[in-house]
T-cell receptor
Framework: DTEVTQTPKHLVMGMTNKKSLKCEQH?????MYWYKQKAKKPPELMFV???????INESVPSRFSPECPNSSLLNLHLHALQPEDSALYLC??????????????FGPGTRLTVL | KNQVEQSPQSLIILEGKNCTLQ??????????LRWYKQDTGRGPVSLTI?????NTKSNGRYTATLDADTKQSSLHITASQLSDSASYIC????????????FGPGTSLSVIP
C-alpha cells in the first residue's frame, strides 16, 4: 500500500464548531506532516511528527491542534477557526531519520471551508 | 536565503507538443530536488527525485535534469496530453533538515486540444 488517505474530502464548518481531519498511511513511514495550501500557492508546513512525537510546529495558532495516536494515524483537531483558515489541508508521510532520498508522499487533501 | 524559483509562472501548449519547465534554487546545503505534479484540489504526486550526483531522471514522458553547479533543474514533458494540465512544483530538500523542504511557487500548465 503506497497511499496516504485523508478524510473527509470536503468539510464546511462554522467558526464555533469543533471538527477533526484524519490522515492514515500504511507504508511504515515514521514521519507525518500537515500542510496548509491556499489557492495558487505552494503548500505551507504546519506540523511534523517524527516517531509519533511532535518535532516541528511552525508557529501555528492554537486553534489547530495536531495529534498522532500511532505511527499510521495523524489527526488535526480544529476549533474556533476563522474564515481565512479556509484552504486545502494536505497530509504527507515519509521515512523518518533523514536520507538523500527522503521523499514525502502526499494525500489527496481535505478542502476546508469556514463560514 | 533558501529559495526556489520557477518559470514560467504559467504555460499553455497544444496537445502533442513538448514543453520544458525551469527551476532555479538557492538552497544550501542541498540534499535532493523533486518535481511534483498537482492537479487542482488534489495532493501533489511525485514525478522524479534527484540527488546531487544525478543529472537526469526519467519517468515515462517526464524527464528531469539537474545541474548542481548552476543550481538549475528542468522538467521536460514530451508529447503532452490533456491530462498533463496541472501545476508542476519544484521542491528542494536540505541536508540539515530533511523535513522542512522548500517549495517553489509552481508552474501552471494548460494543455489544449
Amino acid at each position: 500500500d503506497t497511499e496516504v488517505t485523508q478524510t473527509p474530502k470536503h468539510l464546511v464548518m462554522g467558526m464555533t464548531n469543533k471538527k477533526s481531519l484524519k490522515c492514515e498511511q500504511h507504508m511504515g513511514h515514521r514521519a507525518m506532516y500537515w500542510y496548509k495550501q491556499k489557492a495558487k500557492k505552494p503548500p505551507e508546513l504546519m506540523f511534523v511528527y517524527s516517531y509519533e512525537k511532535l518535532s516541528i510546529n511552525e508557529s501555528v495558532p492554537s486553534r489547530f491542534s495536531p495529534e498522532c495516536p500511532n505511527s499510521s494515524l495523524l489527526n488535526l483537531h480544529l476549533h474556533a477557526l476563522q474564515p481565512e483558515d479556509s484552504a486545502l489541508y494536505l497530509c504527507a508521510s515519509s521515512q523518518a531519520g533523514g536520507s538523500s532520498y527522503n521523499e514525502q508522499f502526499f494525500g489527496p487533501g481535505t478542502r476546508l471551508t469556514v463560514l | 536565503k533558501n529559495q526556489v524559483e520557477q518559470s514560467p509562472q504559467s504555460l499553455i501548449i497544444l496537445e502533442g507538443k513538448n514543453c520544458t519547465l525551469q527551476c532555479n534554487y538557492t538552497v544550501s546545503p542541498f540534499s535532493n530536488l523533486r518535481w511534483y505534479k498537482q492537479d487542482t484540489g488534489r495532493g501533489p504526486v511525485s514525478l522524479t527525485i534527484m540527488t546531487f550526483s544525478e543529472n537526469t531522471k526519467s519517468n515515462g514522458r517526464y524527464t528531469a535534469t539537474l545541474d548542481a553547479d548552476t543550481k538549475q533543474s528542468s522538467l521536460h514533458i514530451t508529447a503532452s496530453q490533456l491530462s498533463d494540465s496541472a501545476s508542476y512544483i519544484c521542491v528542494v530538500s536540505l541536508k540539515t533538515s530533511y523535513d522542512k523542504v522548500i517549495f517553489g511557487p509552481g508552474t501552471s500548465l494548460s494543455v489544449i486540444p
